[in-house]
């Protein structure tokens, strides 16, 4: 039995979307702890040119539904990228969530060899259907979710490595 790209995509999305939501918990609770304004944290950056803790779920958000968008062939809930709290970031999680698990993992089958045009502001580059799961999408998820986990880490939010994997 074969993996599909449904497979290797929705479910791991949707588990660490969860893990990512506990994480952002106990940064809220530690900030509300230690009478740090929520601010620091949704504004933290490791260095001043990259993007915050805001915009980290934001792309998490973007590429896990621009999976379902390219390959599953379905209508984008598009979002304005307007989140500025913890609650906000919750919200966007569970729309994103919700979106993910309306997905018919028909949709995505025999999709392996579709042709995906990523095209940004330096140009184009075209894949494959897993190449674009496996060379991209995957890759660029888990880096925006390991980017928000170390922004809270950095600021002294106790979270560790089972926070990050999840317990289930």
Do not use: W
Not at 2 to 31: C, H, M, Q, W
Not at 65 to 78: A, C, D, S, Y
Not at 89 to 109: G, P, Q
Not at 110 to 138: K, P, Q
Request: proline share 3%; no cysteine.
């Amino acid at each position: 039995m074969s993996l599909s790209l449904y497979d290797v995509t929705i479910p791991v999305f949707l588990r660490n979307f969860a893990n990512l939501t506990e994480i952002l918990k106990k940064g809220e609770a530690f900030a509300d702890e230690k009478g740090m304004a929520h601010e620091e944290l949704l504004g933290a950056r490791l260095i001043e040119d990259m993007h915050p803790l805001t915009a980290q779920v934001q792309r998490a958000s973007d590429t896990a539904k621009f999976v379902v968008v390219r390959l599953g062939q379905v209508e984008n809930m598009p979002m304005a990228d307007d989140e500025k709290t913890f609650a906000d970031l919750h919200a966007r999680i569970a729309r994103t969530v919700e979106f993910l698990k309306s997905v018919d993992r028909a949709s995505m089958d025999n999709r392996e060899d579709a042709e995906v045009v990523l095209t940004t502001r330096t140009g184009s580059t075209t894949f494959t259907g897993t190449s674009y799961v496996l060379n991209f999408a995957l890759p660029n998820f888990f880096f925006h979710v390991t980017t928000a986990y170390d922004l809270l880490r950095h600021k002294g939010v106790p979270v560790g490595k089972m926070d990050y994997l999840g317990r289930a």
